[in-house]
Nanobody
Framework: QVQLIESGGGLLQAGDSLRLSCTAS????????MGWFRQVPGKERDNVAA????????RYADSVKGRTTISRDNAKNTVYLQMNFLKPEDTAIYYC???????????????????WGQGTQVTVSS
């Protein structure tokens, strides 16, 4: 199993940037495809970004595309989510997720993921 801990959330204003981090421990990080999701209370958890094991394939939700970058540093067991030009609608709890994979693919549905972090709150005020 792998443990995931997100960090980097906080209170921001529209137009700000932030970088979320998710550090994994307990297993070989390079065996896991990673994803970022977010959830607003009362709504479904939405995919934000995904990255494959090698970090050479990424995918983004339309709502964040162009201002968001997912990346990973396998040497540091960490996946990042860089978001720029934050909007109030970005307010959510952000979760990282890990999927132990037998192949170098990515996953863009929460049902595919094996492990989840505890989440980090991102609040963007106007």
């Amino acid at each position: 199993q792998v443990q995931l801990i997100e960090s980097g959330g906080g209170l921001l204003q529209a137009g700000d940037s932030l970088r979320l981090s998710c550090t994994a421990s307990g297993d070989t990080f390079s065996l896991y495809a990673m994803g970022w999701f977010r959830q607003v209370p009362g709504k479904e958890r939405d995919n934000v970004a995904a990255i494959n094991r090698n970090g050479d394939i990424t995918r983004y939700a339309d709502s964040v595309k162009g201002r968001t970058t997912i990346s990973r540093d396998n040497a540091k067991n960490t996946v990042y989510l860089q978001m720029n030009f934050l909007k109030p609608e970005d307010t959510a709890i952000y979760y990282c997720a890990a999927k132990r994979s037998d192949s170098n693919t990515y996953y863009f549905t929460e049902l595919a993921y094996d492990y989840w972090g505890q989440g980090t709150q991102v609040t963007v005020s106007s």
